[in-house]
């Protein structure tokens, strides 16, 4: 079921802040926005993989993501040094109801990213599972479909 106009907005302006916060590595606050069983995941070689079948780029909880993003603040880094600047590129948001009041969510991503004088970019899809905790949006699952899985992946970015 397609949602209101005032829901799309409002989902819109979610994954717009989600962006602004990784982009500004304001991660303590990026992971607020995660339910605690968060799933977060990036398929290999198809967009339908199954989790049990294929292998993964990525497959992560809270716990785990939680984890990376110390890593990545962590002063004696050395990938960090300077740390990478990245811009997020969302576009055709759609949203509608899913079961038990979540909203399933999906849109087309662009990620750049600018380290020791290069750029790549990551192009992509996201859909997300949002739940409504406390009052607010959080991130129940997220799963970043790159449609450049199939060419040598430099070290990716939180997506």
């Known amino acids: 079921m397609v949602v209101s106009r005032d829901l799309q907005h409002e989902v819109e302006q979610f994954l717009f802040h989600e962006a602004e916060l990784l982009e500004n590595r304001r991660f303590e606050e990026w992971l607020e926005l995660l339910t ?68 399933r969510v999906r849109c087309n991503l662009l990620v750049y990213v600018s380290k020791d004088g290069k750029v790549v970019h990551h192009p992509g899809t996201s859909e997300y599972r949002l739940r409504e905790e406390d009052g607010s949006w959080r991130i129940a699952s997220k799963k970043v479909y790159l449609i450049t899985n199939d060419l040598p992946l430099t070290p990716l970015p939180i997506m």
């Open 36 to 103: 605690r069983d968060v799933i977060y995941w990036v398929p290999n070689i198809r967009d339908d993989s199954d989790i049990s079948d294929e292998a993964m780029i990525s497959y992560e909880g809270y716990d785990e993501l939680r984890a990376r993003t110390v890593r990545l603040r962590h002063p004696l880094n050395p990938t960090q040094k300077p740390p990478p600047r990245t811009r997020h590129f969302i576009t055709n948001v759609s949203a509608e109801a899913g079961e038990g009041g979540e909203l």
